[in-house]
């Protein structure tokens, strides 16, 4: 999974650790939580939308990330 850069770069923007980012996004342990973000397992559905509102992605944004395309430079 592509994508594992991008959210290991807004997390750490928003100053947050993983314990506070898988509290925040409803993930029970951190361990679960950093399997996730280094792509071992996937987010589920509802995980990844509450990653993409903490984030500020439009949805354009969240699709191209969750498939490992490059964002357009704004």
Known sequence: MVYTNEIRANRARLGMTQREMATAIGIKTVAAYSKK??????????????????????????????????????
Request: hydrophobic share 40%; glycine share 8%.
């Open 37 to 74: 973000e280094r792509g071992i397992t996937q987010f589920k559905a509802d995980e990844w939308a509450r990653l993409v509102n903490m984030f500020g992605w439009s949805l354009e944004e969240a699709d191209l990330i969750l498939h490992g395309k490059p964002l357009p430079n704004n």
